[in-house]
């Protein structure tokens, strides 16, 4: 038995509180992305979110979704609907979920997570899947917190030198 | 995966804490609705005090509560709490073994580190959370307390 009141989360109105806004990705948003992603990952990777931004304006089964602060870049996704890979009917893959570091526990994720989300659902998918490194157990522990669960598929690979 | 039966009734004490924020639970109450001793719940509240995640108020009125911060607290906190080595029944660095038996240890240290994941990111709130989505999508209003 759960008790009356035990905290779910409540993205929209924590959005709100925090001054959120989520829109689809603009060039200017990605000239930031880059220089933000540099900074926290100590490596540029100025071609994959350029490229991140050409799918998004030609593929669409991609959305690229951004979420401002009070006007400022505070985080970004990526969500993707693929049919028959590896053998699954269609789903959605959220591909990219990144907040900048000053503007985290402030619901941007989840309000990012949300929205891509409702993008699958809008198009007719109702299974959401993604993939994560095992010793990230924040980053694994936050797509949890939305109800994501181990699924049916297991990633394997191997040195091939 | 077999926790023993104090780990259990641990894992069970401080999710119906964790559940009913700043409200004093009688210790009766957790041990009838699970189903264990109050002497065995006594002992496993103890361990929970001292770990600073649950707190006990005696006299009229008095009773547990939980006081650590469910977004942060994982399945693996409290685990470990009660079953100490869990981790480390297989040689992590198999020097000296034969090349089977080096990859029969990678291999049990394959599912080591997988259950250590899902239980290092299984957070009590995320259990919570999970516990009221699946009543609400059965509609099963009666299993939410009032």
């Not at chain 2, 041990?31 to 006594?42: N, P, T």
């Not at chain 2, 361990?47 to 399945?75: H, N, Q, W």
Request: aromatic content about 8%; overall charge negative.
């Amino acid at each position: 038995m759960i008790a009356e009141g035990a905290d779910v989360v409540l993205a929209a109105e924590g959005l709100r509180e925090a001054g959120v806004t989520i829109d689809t990705v603009t060039l200017e948003d990605i000239a930031r992305i880059v220089e933000i992603d540099a900074q926290v990952t100590g490596s540029s990777k100025a071609d994959f979110w350029y490229g991140c931004y050409a799918r998004q304006n030609t593929d669409p089964k991609c959305t690229f979704l951004v979420a401002h602060r009070d006007g400022e870049f505070a985080g970004c996704t990526i969500g993707a609907i693929q049919a028959w890979e590896f053998g699954s009917p269609p789903c959605g893959w959220v591909e990219v979920m990144f907040v900048a570091p000053q503007h985290r526990n402030a619901h941007v994720a989840t309000g990012l997570f949300e929205a891509v989300v409702d993008y699958f659902r809008n198009n007719g998918i109702y299974t959401v899947r993604t993939m994560l490194h095992i010793d990230d157990h924040s980053l694994i522990s936050f797509f949890r917190m939305q109800g994501m669960a181990a699924g049916p598929y297991i990633e394997l690979e191997m040195q091939a030198d | 995966m077999k926790l023993q039966q104090g780990t259990i009734c641990a894992i069970l004490a401080v999710l119906h804490m964790a559940s009913r924020p700043n409200q004093q639970i009688p210790a009766s109450e957790i041990a009838e609705i699970y189903g264990v001793s109050q002497h065995h719940l006594a002992k496993v509240l103890r361990t929970l005090s001292l770990a600073g995640i649950v707190e006990s108020t005696r006299g009229p009125g008095g009773g547990c509560s939980f006081i650590g911060d469910a977004r942060k607290i994982t399945l693996y906190d409290i685990i470990r709490l009660f079953e100490s080595g869990w981790f480390s029944a297989y040689p992590g660095e198999p020097h000296g073994q034969t090349d089977v038996a080096e990859e029969l240890y990678r291999v049990v240290g394959e599912v080591d580190r997988h259950t250590a994941a899902t239980l290092q990111s299984v957070t009590l709130q995320t259990i919570i959370n999970n516990a009221l989505r699946t009543a609400r999508r059965r509609g099963h209003k009666a299993m939410v307390a009032e």
